[in-house]
């Protein structure tokens, strides 16, 4: 790790969850125009910062075990859970641990992209949930 410790490093969080727009256009404008804007973001800031040895990296998680469910269905502790029957989700240790490689690296290596699933998520719309 002490490698990279002697440069600055950016790493931008976003997802893989609005890729594939579902159900309505208007639903779909709102819920993930952020995707494709950090992704530009994170690819201009590249450009921007790289004559400055700075890397900047972005990190794609698939579907996480958060408290977001629970925001999401309003304190339904019951519905939050039932989001996550079935599969193992990743945790946020799993995408801290990406983010700890990725800033670990030798000076002269970013990681520009990393995605990251749950073995169950093939891609923003499958999903193999194991009924018990």
Sequence with gaps: ??????????????????????????????????????????????????????????IKPGLVETEFSQVRFKGDLEKAKEIYKGYDPLQAKDIAECIAFMLSRPKH???????????AQASSNILNKQKK
Aim: aromatic fraction near 2%.
């Design 1 to 58: 790790m002490a490698n990279s410790l002697n440069c600055t490093s950016m790493v931008l969080i976003n997802c893989t969850r609005a890729r594939l727009c579902k159900k309505s256009v208007n639903r779909c404008l709102r819920g993930s125009a952020q995707i494709p804007a950090v992704d530009a973001l994170t690819k201009g800031m590249r450009m921007d910062l790289n004559a400055y040895g700075i890397k900047v990296s972005e």
């Design 109 to 119: 290596v970013n990681i520009g992209d990393m995605v990251v699933l749950p073995l």
